[in-house]
């Protein structure tokens, strides 16, 4: 697949704090890799050799994790000094492109079929393809309606449930044409879901979704987070994880979708259910947790509890026998 692509690698991810307090969020761990790093194993599966990526959170840092590329794509960098919003910062970074472009996230996990999804695009005509997921609660998305072939006639961002149903949502994969991308303002802060695509609908141009039927996840939030390291671990995203972690303990436990580094220190009695454990923490003797994120090098004392919730920082030391994030279930 011969395509320009653009990796919209640039956020900071909030919602993902602590876990991101000391990275930008591409760079969030899950299962011994960064979760940009199953981006770029996806684009070297449908033949895609090199990449642009945009950033502005922390650019040395995505910088230093990847250098010239991994997983066989090369990477180029285009830094912004200050946050030009989705479109803008791909319009930045291939201001004089004349191809079909690919755009992707580089803070999601998906196992898209990118080539049927270029199939689909050239074969309707589209100026612009949405790659869209269908999910249970789409409020937090960008949600799409669309006529039976395809054609999108309304796009709302971030919905309450008042202006209709539609569980389609904006994945963050795009395929635009040079037409749609000289729509996008030079130098100016421009967003895709915000500006760009609702425009394409008032204007009537051919704005199109496909639908994926593979896996999606968007890595925006804890939840999510330890919900697509359960999926890496169980095998249902379309990727080997880079490390399984520790998978057993001698008299506790570790569930099926817990990631714990083998680089932390785990006491042999601990129980770790639907969690994440990262490098250098300290995990005492009779710890209970359960969909909870320990940062590196944080301590938990013996007899502790964490549920459903928590995270503790990087470096963070929560005493013995202490309950974090309500009481357990």
Known sequence: MALQTVIMAGGEGVRLRPLTQ??????????????????????HRHGI??????????????????????????????????????AGSVKRAIAHNNDTTLVLSGDGLTGC????????????????????????????YGVV????DGRITRFIEKPNWNAGVSCLVNTGIYLLEPEALAMIPDSTPY???????????QMKLPLYG???????????????????????????????????????LQNGYISRDSYVSPLAHVAPDARIENSCIL?????????????????????????????????LAA???????ACCGGAWQ
């Open 22 to 43: 000391t990275c930008p969020k591409p760079l969030a761990p899950m299962c011994g890799e960064e979760v940009m790093g199953y981006a770029l194993q996806l684009l």
């Open 49 to 86: 050799r090199r990449a642009h990526a945009t950033l502005w959170y922390r650019p040395q840092d995505v910088i230093q994790a990847f250098g010239e590329g991994r997983h066989g794509v090369a990477l180029d960098y285009s830094i912004e000094a200050q946050p030009l919003g989705t």
């Open 113 to 140: 079929d990118l080539t049927k999804a270029l199939v689909f695009h050239k074969k309707s005509g589209a100026m612009a393809t949405i790659v869209l997921s269908s999910v249970k609660n789409p409020q937090q």
């Open 145 to 148: 309606f669309m006529q039976p």
């Open 191 to 201: 967003d895709f879901g915000r500006q760009l695509f609702p425009r394409m609908v």
């Open 210 to 248: 496909y639908e994926s039927q593979e896996y999606w996840c968007d890595v925006g939030d804890p939840a999510a987070f330890l919900r697509a390291q359960g999926d890496l671990l169980r095998g249902k995203t379309g990727f080997v994880p880079t490390d399984v972690g520790l998978r057993t």
């Open 279 to 311: 490098p250098g923490a300290q995990i005492g003797s009779g710890v209970r947790m359960r969909g909870s994120i320990v940062c590196r090098d944080a301590a938990i004392g013996r007899g502790a509890t964490l549920a459903a919730g928590s995270m």
């Open 315 to 321: 470096g963070a030391h929560l005493g013995a026998f």
